[in-house]
């Protein structure tokens, strides 16, 4: 509608602003990509795994506030999750795990250590980066409880193995045979991280960086409504895609001479577009 030199100045300046926009936008839809893919996968676990939408917020913020990554906040999370606790067992857990990330830093990766965890109470044996958390953590003489039974036949390898018994994963890995159920098993993974001052040291790591803690929440807040806006746009982008893909699918199917006719002409209006 532009009808004179500084309307159409204006016209430009919009034009350009709206480009902008767009470009915006579909930068939106392709850089939340891989968050939504993240949150995707965790949102199946977790139901699969009993916990509500809430309580898995719950959760994964706690763990991106200290941790700020979003895959080892999920993969983390997705591995706990997945041993069917009770949300506040789950968190026990979560705080002990941050523990000893905190005590022990990069030599014991959080999502390494929940993945361990799983594992040794599913399995019940001592696995992974536990063992070193295991060995680090216990007092010295710690025996989990462990002791020697009745001098009889059917206590004879089981004593055999207490005495043998020479560090605290040895200890512990006794200590799981005698739990008859995973959750035992859990408890007493919970118990050693409470006992071992792991809980605390979480919770004090949290209180002496809840400046990065609120930074953290805040760029999560802010990623999580990105990706609603990237799921919106999303199917406008594939929209639009596929109707550059049709014009280049008719613009290669015509013959060369047809071809060079038509950039001939865009050519010329590139040219005579500013004047």
């Not at 199917?235 to 014009?247: G, N, W």
Request: charged fraction near 20%; aromatic fraction near 6%; charge should be negative.
């Amino acid at each position: 509608e532009a009808s004179t030199f500084g309307d159409h100045q204006k016209a430009e300046v919009i034009v350009e602003g709206a480009k902008g926009i767009i470009d915006g936008l579909k930068g939106v839809a392709e850089e939340t990509q891989e968050y939504r893919k993240i949150k995707g996968t965790l949102d199946v676990s977790s139901e699969k795994a009993g916990y509500t939408a809430e309580q898995t917020a719950e959760s994964y913020n706690l763990l991106y506030g200290v941790l700020g990554d979003e895959q080892t906040a999920a993969t983390t999370l997705a591995n706990l999750q997945a041993l069917g606790l009770s949300q506040e067992n789950l968190n026990r857990l979560i705080n002990g795990s941050i523990g000893a990330w905190a005590t022990y830093g990069d030599s014991i990766p959080i999502d390494g250590l929940a993945e361990s965890i799983n594992e040794t109470i599913k399995a019940g044996t001592v696995t992974g980066t536990f063992a070193d958390v295991l060995n680090w953590a216990s007092l010295e003489g710690e025996t989990f409880g462990v002791k020697l039974k009745a001098n009889t036949e059917a206590n004879e390898e089981w004593n055999k193995s207490v005495l043998e018994a020479e560090t605290a994963e040895d200890y512990f890995n006794l200590a799981l045979q005698e739990c008859s159920t995973s959750a035992e098993r859990a408890n007493l993974v919970m118990e050693l991280l409470s006992g071992q001052g792991l809980e605390s040291a979480s919770k004090a790591w949290q209180k002496n960086n809840q400046s990065i803690i609120d930074s953290n929440k805040a760029h999560a807040g802010m990623q999580e409504q990105l990706a609603e806006l990237g799921e919106t746009i999303e199917p406008l982008v594939t929209k639009m895609t596929e109707q550059i893909t049709r014009a280049l699918e008719w613009f290669n199917g015509l013959d060369s001479g047809m071809q060079n006719t038509i950039l001939t002409i865009l050519l010329l209006v590139a040219a005579i577009g500013p004047l």
